[in-house]
Nanobody
Framework: QVQLVESGGDLVQPGGSLRLSCAAS????????MGWYRQAPGKQRELVAA???????NYADSVKGRFTISRDNAQKMVYLQMNSLEPGDTAVYYC????????????????WGRGTQVTVSS
């Protein structure tokens, strides 16, 4: 049973910082690409950052230089350090775990947490 649980969302003023955490269970963590997505009101869900088990990272252009994704494979945790927050960062942030399908072995796995609210406002 896959479970992803996010924490750390809060109300913060522009320019402030937050650190989001995602605790994973029920998966072989090392085989998954972990990511953070966000969805703002009236907008579709978008990728914020993703990280492979080997440490390869991809960021959305809008957060480069401000956000840092990391993972602790021993603890099966993934983090998103968010600095210099802007009102445009306001969204529900979702943790994601993805593993491609392996024909004849297993189907694609793409799991989501329930999300944590980040609100950037003065």
């Amino acid at each position: 049973q896959v479970q992803l649980v996010e924490s750390g969302g809060d109300l913060v003023q522009p320019g402030g910082s937050l650190r989001l955490s995602c605790a994973a269970s029920g998966i072989s963590f090392m085989f998954y690409v972990m990511g953070w997505y966000r969805q703002a009101p009236g907008k579709q869900r978008e990728l914020v950052a993703a990280i492979t088990s080997g440490g390869t990272i991809n960021y959305a252009d809008s957060v480069k230089g401000r956000f840092t994704i990391s993972r602790d494979n021993a603890q099966k945790m993934v983090y998103l350090q968010m600095n210099s927050l802007e009102p445009g960062d306001t969204a529900v942030y979702y943790c994601n775990a993805k593993r491609p399908r392996r024909p004849g072995v297993s189907p694609e796995q793409n799991s989501w947490g329930r999300g944590t609210q980040v609100t950037v406002s003065s």
